[in-house]
C-alpha cells in the first residue's frame, strides 16, 4: 500500500501543480500551492481506490481526488488562523498565515474552497449527472451541514462552561473530520451510480478512528515527528478522545473502530484490499 500511496501523493501534486500554474502569479497563488504541499493525500487515496472498485479510470478519478486535497488544504489554513485553532506549524513548515499573513491566508483559503468546486465540474470525470451528483455531495459534506458546522462545533466547546461529552465530540469529528472521508471513500460509487452503503459504512468509522489517533498523537508524539505542535488540547482544557477514555481506552476504541471499518468492506473481496491497509495505517502513524 506504500508505494501505491507514494503513487497517488506524486500524482495529484503534479495535478495540482499543473492547474496552480495556469492561475495569475503573485502572492494568492504561492500561497495556495504553499497550503497544499506535503501531507500524505489520505483522500487522495481514498478517491482513487473508490475509483478503482467502481471501473472508474484513474484519468476520470484524479480531478475529484485533487478537489478534495485542495478543500482539505483550505480547511487547515482556515483552522489555523489566529482566530480559529491559532497554530503555527503545519506539516513541519509555518502555517500560511505566519509565512505570509492572516489576511493572505484567508484569501489563499477561500480561493482553494471554489478551486475544489471547479475542479469537479472536469468532462474527464463523466458525465454531466455523474459530476451533479458528486457536487451536490461534496457541497454537503463540506459546509453547514458538514465540515464547517463540525468546526463550529469545536469553537462553540471551547466557549463553553461544559466541555463535550464523548458523543458530543463523535459528533463533532464526524462533521469536522468524518464528513470529507466519507465523500472521498463514496466517491468512486457515486462516479458510477452505484450503491454507497459499504463505503459509507467504512468512512464512518476509518473517520472517527483517525481523530482519536490524532488525539493520541497529540499526548503521545513530538512536534519534529508530528510536524505541528502537540499538547495543544491539554493546554486549553479541550475535551478529547484520550481525556474522556484514557490513553488505553482511546487505543482500544480506535482498534475497534478499525476492525468494524475493514468488516465492512466484505461485498468487495480481496479488491479493498488497499482500503483495509489504509485503515489499519490510519491507526499506526506516527504523524
Not at 467502481?54 to 483550505?74: D, N, S
Not at 451536490?136 to 459534506?141: E, G, N, T, V, W
Not at 462552561?161 to 458530543?168: I, Q, R
Request: proline share 3%.
Amino acid at each position: 500500500m506504500d508505494a501505491r500511496m507514494e503513487e497517488v501523493k506524486a500524482q495529484v501534486e503534479a495535478f495540482l501543480g499543473e492547474v496552480t500554474a495556469k492561475l495569475p502569479k503573485g502572492e494568492l497563488t504561492d500561497a495556495m500551492h504553499y497550503a497544499c504541499v506535503g501531507g500524505k493525500k489520505v483522500r487522495a487515496f481514498l478517491v482513487m481506490e473508490s475509483a478503482r472498485l467502481h471501473g472508474i479510470a484513474p484519468e476520470a478519478a484524479l480531478p475529484v481526488a485533487a478537489a478534495v486535497e485542495v478543500l482539505h488544504a483550505y480547511s487547515l489554513v482556515h483552522d489555523d488562523l489566529p482566530d480559529m485553532d491559532d497554530d503555527d506549524l503545519r506539516r513541519g513548515m509555518p502555517t500560511v498565515h505566519v509565512q505570509w499573513s492572516p489576511a493572505t491566508a484567508i484569501l489563499a483559503g477561500d480561493a482553494l474552497q471554489t478551486l475544489a468546486f471547479e475542479l469537479l465540474t472536469d468532462p474527464a470525470i463523466g458525465d454531466e449527472a455523474a459530476r451533479l451528483r458528486l457536487i451536490k455531495a461534496f457541497a454537503h459534506a463540506v459546509g453547514a451541514a458538514g465540515m464547517v458546522y463540525g468546526q463550529m462545533m469545536d469553537i462553540a466547546a471551547e466557549e463553553a462552561a461544559t466541555p463535550l461529552d464523548l458523543a458530543g465530540i463523535s459528533r463533532m469529528q464526524a462533521a469536522k473530520t468524518g464528513a470529507l472521508i466519507a465523500f472521498a471513500a463514496t466517491s468512486g460509487a457515486l462516479i458510477a451510480g452505484a450503491e454507497t452503503e459499504a463505503l459509507r459504512i467504512y468512512a464512518a468509522k476509518l473517520g472517527l478512528a483517525f481523530q482519536i489517533h490524532d488525539d493520541i498523537l497529540d499526548v503521545t508524539g513530538d512536534q519534529e515527528t508530528t510536524g505541528k505542535r502537540v499538547g495543544k488540547d491539554a493546554e486549553a482544557g479541550k475535551a478529547t478522545f484520550v481525556s474522556l477514555l484514557g490513553l488505553e481506552g482511546a487505543r482500544a476504541r480506535e482498534t475497534e473502530l478499525i476492525d468494524k471499518a475493514t468488516a465492512a468492506l466484505s461485498p468487495y473481496g480481496e479488491a479493498a484490499d488497499n482500503l483495509r491497509d489504509l485503515a489499519r495505517f490510519v491507526i499506526d502513524r506516527q504523524s
